[in-house]
């Protein structure tokens, strides 16, 4: 199936304190749950082939969602889009699925928002797998902190000059290249008025301070942890993936050679091998 046809469809909807979360599950009902958080500035179809396999063959009830402002997810002005409300928006999410602990995989940003979600609203999780996530300072590269210190001024670009940006700066995180009908999905929600709007309201809230306030309590996470990271990552480097797998105790570093930022479209059989690996573990 080409990526241009693929139905990835959220079929449910949650009220959540930041806007209305599309959601949806893959996998038998009564399996061992796990719950995919994307960053930015995609969303849960990134996961699409992650969550096909894991609630497949690797038999996992499989929770999928499109964090506020993103996706499918709602997109409106005023919004709190932070990582600070996408913290609390995967707790309120966790309790309206009755899911007491399970096991959690977090992508880039979704990697703070899991982090802040267990240690600051205390979100239990049965194992933790964070893939080249947001997570230690310093973090944003110059061109995202220039989008951020000017998003008022980018939010009024064309809108061909906004999309020629926005598939540049997503085309950007793969030293393969990304597929072109993957590339036209992943920039498809930003490509509207309101999506426009949106991915520079994303970024103008989104700050360091989000991580700096659980940086130093990494130490303090008793529950399995796993760290993957493409070695070709041009958006965080490597350097930093080796970095946190010493500051959380136990934690488990592997690598995916020749993979950019979006492992999960880089090397997605590999990496769904090792999160089947680290989700069996007993």
Known sequence: MTAARDPWILDQTFASSSGTVRWAALGPA???????????????????????????????????????????????????????????VLTELLAHWNLDRPAVVAHDFGGCVSLRAHLLHGARYER?????????????????????????????????????????????????????????????????????AAFYRQIAQNDQRFTDEIQGRYGELELPVLICWGTEDPWIPVAKGKELAGLVPGAELRLIEGAGHLVQEDAPAQLAGELARFLRTA
Do not use: K
């Not at 849960?44 to 999928?64: E, N, P, Q, T």
């Not at 290249?177 to 490509?191: F, I, K, M, N, T």
């Open 30 to 88: 009564d399996a061992p749950p796990v719950v995919l958080v994307h960053g930015t500035p995609f969303s849960s179809y990134v996961w699409r082939d992650i969550a096909r396999a894991l609630s497949g063959s690797g038999g996992h009830r499989v929770y999928v969602w499109d964090l506020p402002g993103y996706g499918a997810s709602e997109m409106r002005a005023g919004q709190d889009v932070s990582l600070a409300a996408q913290g609390r």
């Open 128 to 196: 933790l797998a964070l893939v080249d996530p947001v997570a230690l300072a310093p973090w944003g590269s110059p061109g995202y902190r220039l989008l951020g210190e000017n998003a008022d001024t980018y939010a009024q670009l064309p809108p061909e000059l906004h999309q020629a940006m926005i598939r540049a700066y997503v085309a950007s995180t793969s030293p393969r290249g990304l597929h072109p009908a993957v590339l036209d999905r992943l920039v498809e929600p930003w490509c509207t008025e309101e999506g426009q």
